[in-house]
């Protein structure tokens, strides 16, 4: 029997499947493919976000997540210190125009 998942897989998973005696197929993505699935996933993951019961899941997705985010950032080449500084202006635009920021 063939399980197809079309699923971001880490590193370590396709060996994982070898030893409990299967034989994984992956494909490494071209860029385009791997940004639009890193995007869907951190899609899925907060859909599981929405979902949790407990302080614990809830700290799962948000690992889960910025993990993902980290990800995306490095491939589009924006720093932490980059995110940060933006994160501050927009802060700052929100407040100036009264608006509520999220």
Do not use: H
């Amino acid at each position: 029997m063939i399980k197809k998942y079309n699923k971001l897989i880490r590193d370590k998973i396709p060996e994982i499947i070898k030893e409990a005696g299967w034989v994984p197929t992956v494909r490494i993505l071209r860029k385009s493919e791997f940004l639009n699935a890193l995007k869907k996933k951190v899609f899925e993951e907060a859909e599981e976000l929405i979902q949790t019961r407990d302080r614990k899941e809830i700290i799962d997705e948000i690992v889960d997540i910025q993990e993902l985010l980290d990800v995306l950032a490095a491939e589009i080449k924006l720093t932490k210190s980059e995110i940060k500084k933006l994160q501050i202006a927009k802060r700052k635009n929100a407040a100036a125009s009264k608006s509520v920021y999220f």
